[in-house]
């Protein structure tokens, strides 16, 4: 079996009723994102095809909903002319390889109680600490970072280093709108960090306390009126700007965007 990997959810989604399953990884090899570090990372997928198939073709819909950044919307948008770019996430590693192992059988079924459970013990080396066990867990990454999950925890926690709890991401693949919000509550362990967006805030208002409405010029050209809707419907924002474009007073910068990746 994937000891990395669990199913925590395997039922229609809510967006078309096609059959859709919730895969969380991160037990035994922290993730490689440069952007979020060593989280939980848990994918929404159709059961019947490969992530990436399923975005080639446009049924990635079950999933990601009516997202302008959906693969298929961009080219046909930019047969028009538009400037319009796609989804950053790339199918064929993540996604794919952990429908890959799901439909053969390897994956573990649980609930999204007993999935938390397990996480809550997962602890993460907070760095730096690379003076003492030779890897850079800084979050400065974007060069030194380890290119594979063999940095792992047990390394750090063989000389005390690994003490900070590691945090859960809603949605490294689709849109956490796509199933019960009751799942993602399941999921979460107060005091922990955690990222969640969802492009589908409009439809979905029972999310405000879940997820961070996602919010980009593709999708709302008025963004100004959205971001307003959004926090009518008691949502927080987190919106892509524009070429030029620079935050709202009652906006700031993604520390990410502003620390060359270094978020703690």
Known sequence: ???????????????DGVRTIVLVSGYTEPSINTKTGDMMQSYILRADMLPSDAAAI????????QCAMRPIIVRAMRLRGSKDIPCYVDKVRGPD????????????YVTPSEAAARYAKLR??????????????????AAAYPKSGNHGRKRCAAIGHATTPVGF?????????????AIWRALHI???KRTSYTHQWETSPELADVAMASIDGQT????????ERAKALK???????????????????CPEATTNGAIS
């Not at 990395?4 to 039922?11: F, I, K, S």
């Not at 709302?220 to 971001?227: K, M, S, T």
């Open 235 to 253: 949502f927080c924002w987190y919106r892509v700007l524009r070429k030029g474009e620079t935050p709202r007073k009652d906006e700031r910068m």
């Open 190 to 192: 107060d005091g922990r």
């Open 220 to 227: 709302w050209p008025d963004v100004d009126a959205a971001i």
């Open 58 to 65: 446009g049924a990635d819909e079950t999933v990601c909903g």
């Open 1 to 15: 079996m994937n000891t990395n990997t669990l199913c925590v959810y395997d039922g229609p989604s809510l967006l």
């Open 97 to 108: 390889g952990v429908w890959k192992s799901w439909s053969a059988g390897n994956v573990e």
């Open 169 to 181: 991401r809603d949605g490294a693949y689709g849109d956490p709108a796509s199933v019960d919000a």
């Open 124 to 141: 993460r080396c907070p760095g730096p600490c690379n003076n003492d066990c030779k890897l850079d867990h800084s979050h400065l990454y």
